[in-house]
């Protein structure tokens, strides 16, 4: 294997930990919940083990389950193409008694695939939270108080026909069949979504296929887990070898550096890069941590001139991760180099802290029109790194969701301030500011927004309920009034989440008392900014950061959410261009309306007449202004529901926008007109002086 195999490593380094737990797989067929899944089964001690829906049955064979779960997904079985279970799946789950459950999709999945008939739902299927029926002599409700509950639906489609040796377990009040079993086959199907916690019994009915229909034995703890992967180390790295371990700053790096540092002590050279993208005096305040608290052995090298210069004229997310991915890796060569020069040998391997939702969400489930979930980003730790990688990788974390990396850290002793810390993204500040980041002064404004905005989450108390909250560099401009004078500044976003790992997110619901403080500090004290939006979009559809891509076709540069076609999401950029467009549209309709004013005092018509003449004034403005307001609203979701608008464009929609203001000038001079010519007895054909 060679060293830049770094996939033929990664699934080599996978099956380590898998391999000495009791396994729960999870079969991904693309829905937005699918981690959750995963998360859930874990919540309850049983590790899970996350794969595409359309893996081989060697592979999953190689997985050795002892239970396995189909998640939901975006298709339809009945559909050609739609995604299905390797052959001889049954077969093999039978054969080894392995219960299967499916979620949604999943159990359509199951029904179609045994001889049951899957339909489109008649009356366009069932979504939000609603009621179900079950049967209480059922072995998947064994136990369950009340024939009803309350859960989660999402489906367009439903079984309207059961395979032989299947029965019905559950209905919806609409009449469709929301679970089913197959008791001697331990088979079951569930058409809601129990993952989800507006399910209200879900976590139950996970734990009860988990413990009671499956009898997995809950052997997933953290305490075991760190003795294993410190075990894991001894291995790896031989008696003499030492390695370079990348930190960040962050609690994923630390936590691994620490884990590292305890098995091989002075072997391990830390690397602490400051590559120009580094939030305000982060440098300086890690560098500080990491020797009073940590007493891990860094050496900071400043690599920002070399990066920025690399990244100029770069706006796609994808390229700003691979480009600072290699930069990280130059650097490490280089720095691996001097080592040798001083050690006699070089170092063979390279300390990460990548985590397991770094690798779900660099390998796709099926039916995405791509190969290994649609790739939502490179990330920095996975898809960022070079095919030439000259280090064997370290990954200690590979394996874990965010709050299992927590847990362990408090067990390896790593301070509570490092534990509480929000995450931050690999390639830094770059996917922070939406475009180029050498242009604009972007990571100075950026820098100083995040600080005002952090700090006064702090002060209000509300750091620690936030999973993560950070500023975006929008390449917008807005028109503003700050010092009683006319401003055209940058439009700045904040945003914050709440989650347990990272892999699901809700925003958080700032009072706006705290929203209008925040907004008015940054304003009044940051140079370049006159508008703040607050981003309200949940992951899914949204991802936690911010990454526009671009796509170029036909020669036009567009934008979109890395999650979908979209950019920032419909609402998130709604805001933006609501207030920008919102802004515009008075102006220019202000001005218009004196305009008209001075334009009819120009043809003679007196004072007293004009402002009889106001309520259509009043009236024909207000329209002019809707009209500014809506074209621009629908411009905005035009921009980022079809992907056929790029920033770019905002100029251009703008100007548009006020020509549609003028045209409603001109409305309102003719209305001028007719109203006073009425009045006055006059003609619209008759000459005016």
Known sequence: MGKGDTSEKAATMSHGVFSRHTVCLVLDYGSQYTQLIARRIRDNGVLSMLLPGDVSLDRIKEAQPKAIILSGGPNSVHVEGAPRLPDGFFEYCDEHSIPVLGICYGMQLIVHTLGGEVKSATGGGEYGRMPVHTVSDSILYEGVDGPSQLVWMSHGDEAVRL???????GKSEQGAVVAIESPSRKIFGLQYHPEVVHSERGGETIKHFLFDLAQLSGDWKMENV???????????VGPKDHVICALSGGVDSTVAATLVHKVLGDRLHCVFVDNGLLRYKEGERVMSTFKEH???????????KRMLSKLAGVSDPEKKRKTIGAGFIDVFSEFATKLENELGHKPKFLVQGTLYPDVIESCPPPGKGQKHSHTIKSHHNVGGLPEDLQFDLI??????FKDEVRAMGRLLGVPEQFIARHPFPGPGLAVRVLGDVTENNALDILRDVDEVYINAIKEHGLYDKIWQAFAVFLPIKSVGVQGDQRTHSYVVGLRAVTSSDGMTADWYPFEPSFLQYVSTKICNTIRGVNRVVYDVTSKPPGTIDLCIMEDHREGESTTKQSTSQHALTPYSLLSIGSAAFAGAAVLTGTTHYYGTAKALSKEGIPPSSRYQAF???AKALTVSTLGCVLFGALAAWGMTSFGQVGYKSVGVSISDAI???????????????????????????????
């Open 163 to 169: 395979p032989d040796g299947f029965v019905c377990v």
């Open 226 to 236: 760190l003795e294993e992967e410190m075990e894991k180390v001894r291995k790896q």
């Open 395 to 400: 990954e200690p974390l590979r394996e874990l």
């Open 294 to 304: 940590l007493h891990l052995p860094v050496t900071k090298i400043d690599d920002s």
């Open 659 to 689: 020509s549609l203001a003028k045209q409603q000038r001109e409305i309102i001079q003719n209305e001028f007109r007719k109203r006073l010519q009425s009045s006055s007895g006059q003609h619209p054909n008759d000459d005016q002086p």
């Open 615 to 617: 309520p259509v004034a």
